[in-house]
């Protein structure tokens, strides 16, 4: 197994709700937060893909936020190579903050649009001085080539590109700084379904020469395991199932998993199909106590109600925090 690189331990980040200020002047609700994570943690070994899943609302991007150290948790620590960068000060979190780096969603709102895309790669270049004035422009272009874009595309500005090309350019921009990590949070999903194959392979092709360590976000459980061999399920803030490398999507013992699974298009002739109704904001509070998950689970039962399954092992490196999951794992149980 290849040494551990990136750690997440036991991260948690509540956010005030958008209508408090509404509800403290009108009278109309409690004051209060909403937790977005609830004690979360995730490794990452040198070199590998792993996928992350879930619908909005569910954590995946608070937690990349916090892994990349773009906001920081609440409680809990990250890990980077043994050193820890939540414990870090400004001065010393921007010696390792190039080493992770987020591509996200949106293309076009990620790039400055008065900049051209060549400048946006030479921006960060400069920032890190990571190569002599000199060398910045052709340097740009080798970052441009690797990610299937010409050169000559360098003095273009983001507006003259489509979302497929526009989102090369902030792969370019991302690899530019060199980094170790790589966060893509739902990069492929505002792609047209023809063009998410193509980033989806340059990902992988990336990962494979550049021996990137790359945590891949998503809500199709299908175009996660076409890049990841190792899995995350997220739910209401939390990790609820770990599908480990060669483990078949079917194998899924979350009823949430499973949900996702019915959902999820698949691949077909290297195309991603569409998005599904599954990726719909959970919205509103969850139970604080018991299983996140029992107001939409077909199988909650009694233990469901008032305990908070934790992430249990099922099978080798399969965890599952679910009590029916746990219960019909152990023989004669059920």
Same mark, same amino acid.
């Given at each position: ?10 991260? =948690? ?6 209508? *408090? ?27 590998? @893909? ?12 608070? &937690? ?21 960068? @939540? ?16 591509? %996200?969603?949106?293309? %076009?709102?990620? *790039? ?17 001085? &990571? ?12 970052? %441009? ?5 010409? @050169? ?7 507006? +003259?590109?489509?979302?497929? #090309? ?22 492929? =999903?505002?792609? +047209?379904?023809?063009?998410?194959? #193509?980033?989806?392979? *340059? ?8 021996? !990137?360590?790359?945590? /891949?976000?998503?809500?199709?459980? $299908?175009?996660?395991? $076409? ?33 996702? &699974? ?6 077909? #002739?290297? $195309? ?20 996140? /998950? ?6 909650? %039962?009694?233990?469901?109600? =008032?305990? +908070?399954?934790?992430? *249990? ?18 023989? $004669?149980? !059920?």
């Amino acid at each position: 197994m290849p040494e551990l690189i990136l750690t997440a331990e036991r991260l =948690s980040r509540s956010y005030a709700p958008r209508s *408090l200020w509404f509800d403290r002047v009108l009278g109309g609700g409690q004051a209060g937060t909403r937790p977005a994570l609830v004690d979360v943690s995730l490794a990452l070994h040198r070199g590998e @893909t792993v996928g992350l899943v879930g619908e909005s609302g569910s954590g995946k991007s608070t &937690l990349a936020r916090c892994i990349s150290l773009l906001e920081r948790p609440d409680t809990g620590r990250v890990l980077l190579d043994g050193q820890d960068l @939540t414990a870090m000060d400004r001065g010393q979190l921007r010696r390792f903050r190039r080493r992770i780096q987020v591509i %996200f969603q949106d293309p %076009f709102s990620s *790039l400055n649009p008065r900049l051209t895309v060549g400048g946006a790669v030479a921006e960060v270049l400069r920032v890190h001085k &990571l190569v002599p004035e000199r060398s910045v422009r052709s340097r740009a272009g080798e970052l %441009f080539g690797q990610v299937g874009l010409p @050169t000559a595309a360098l003095n273009r500005y983001p507006s +003259d590109f489509s979302g497929g #090309q526009r989102q090369r350019v902030c792969i370019a921009r991302a690899l530019a700084a060199e980094p170790e990590v790589l966060i893509a949070d739902e990069a492929v =999903s505002s792609l +047209d379904v023809s063009i998410q194959a #193509q980033v989806l392979n *340059l990902l992988i092709d990336l990962r494979d020469r550049l021996g !990137l360590t790359i945590l /891949f976000i998503s809500h199709n459980l $299908h175009v996660v395991r $076409h890049v990841a061999p190792r899995i995350a399920v997220m739910f209401g803030g939390r990790i609820v199932e770990t599908l480990p490398p060669g483990t078949p999507l079917e194998a899924a013992r979350h009823p949430y998993t499973q949900a996702l &699974l019915a959902a999820s298009p698949r691949l077909v #002739q290297d $195309h991603v199909g569409e998005t599904t109704g599954v990726d719909d904001d959970i919205g509103g509070a969850l139970p604080t106590v018991g299983c996140p /998950f029992r107001g939409r689970c077909p199988r909650a %039962f009694d233990p469901c109600e =008032s305990v +908070d399954p934790d992430l *249990l092992p099922v099978a080798a490196e399969h965890l599952v925090a679910c009590h029916y999951a746990a219960q019909a794992a152990t023989p $004669h149980a !059920l």
